[in-house]
């Protein structure tokens, strides 16, 4: 417990200065992050760091963390496919090395994190407000969820997944977020009206919950109890931003940032 503390307030230390300036400095703190989440797919999948694919994997992740501004002319789309061609060709020329699977899974696993970083970027550019907003409601509602799930839980909410997680913790996760948000968007208005808001608070809040699970499910099928070990007592990035990742991508979607 103690050194889940220590490695909690360092990791604030870094990460609130960054999110309050916002601009450049915040976006090259995403593209790291986003970098290191790519890399932990990759060591989960037991890949080398320094291989064709992941060299691939990275350039892939950097390309849609990055927006478009920074990355000039060049074009995003370009780069994603011949990324994806090259992957694909590694299947030919790895020697049984590197299969059809592989790509897919590195591909598959560029975008999960890619997206979910470039619009944390763009949260930020929105507002520092807006993402604070879809920070809350992760903080909240995990935070919730452990706590009446830990009282009252009973009910397994995906044992196949996360044996932990129980509908009692996850209805009062979302119940928790909604409430302690209404405050907020009272005093902090965002893009609709506050009645809509709410509506959408209890969304994210369900998404964020998705997003949890399914990287449950990732480290399930790969046999981990961590994504990573960058974070002692926590975990590895995928760990701690699993939920906001899906968050960002459903709130940019629904026209919030």
Not at 165 to 187: C, D, M, N, P, R
């Amino acid at each position: 417990m103690k050194q889940r503390v220590i490695t909690a307030v360092i990791a604030l230390i870094i990460f609130i200065p960054l999110l309050y300036v916002g601009g450049m400095p915040f976006a090259i703190l995403a593209t790291l992050l986003g970098l290191i989440g790519i890399s932990e797919i990759l060591v989960m999948k037991k890949k080398l760091l320094v291989s064709p694919e992941a060299i691939l994997a990275f350039l892939m992740t950097f390309t849609l963390i990055e927006p478009v501004p920074m990355l000039g002319h060049i074009d995003r789309t370009a780069v994603l496919s011949i990324c994806s061609l090259c992957m694909l060709l590694l299947t030919v020329t790895s020697k049984n090395r590197f299969s059809f699977d592989d790509a897919g899974v590195l591909i598959l696993g560029s975008l999960y994190v890619g997206m979910g970083f470039h619009y944390m970027i763009m949260a930020r550019d929105v507002g520092l407000l807006t993402i604070l907003y879809a920070f809350l409601i992760v903080w909240l509602t995990d935070s919730g969820a452990y706590l009446i799930g830990r009282k009252i839980g009973k009910h397994k909410l995906a044992p196949h997944v996360s044996p932990n997680k129980t509908w009692e913790g996850s209805i009062g996760g979302t119940v928790l977020a909604v409430l302690v948000l209404a405050v907020y968007l009272y005093f902090f208005p965002q893009r609709y009206s506050y009645s809509i808001m709410l509506l959408l608070t209890l969304i994210f809040s369900v998404g964020g919950q998705l997003g949890d699970l399914v990287e449950s499910a990732l480290k399930r099928h790969y046999g981990v109890k961590d994504s990573g070990k960058i974070l002692p007592g926590h975990g590895g990035i995928l760990d701690r931003f699993d939920s906001i990742m899906f968050i960002l991508p459903i709130m940019f979607l629904l026209n919030v940032i």
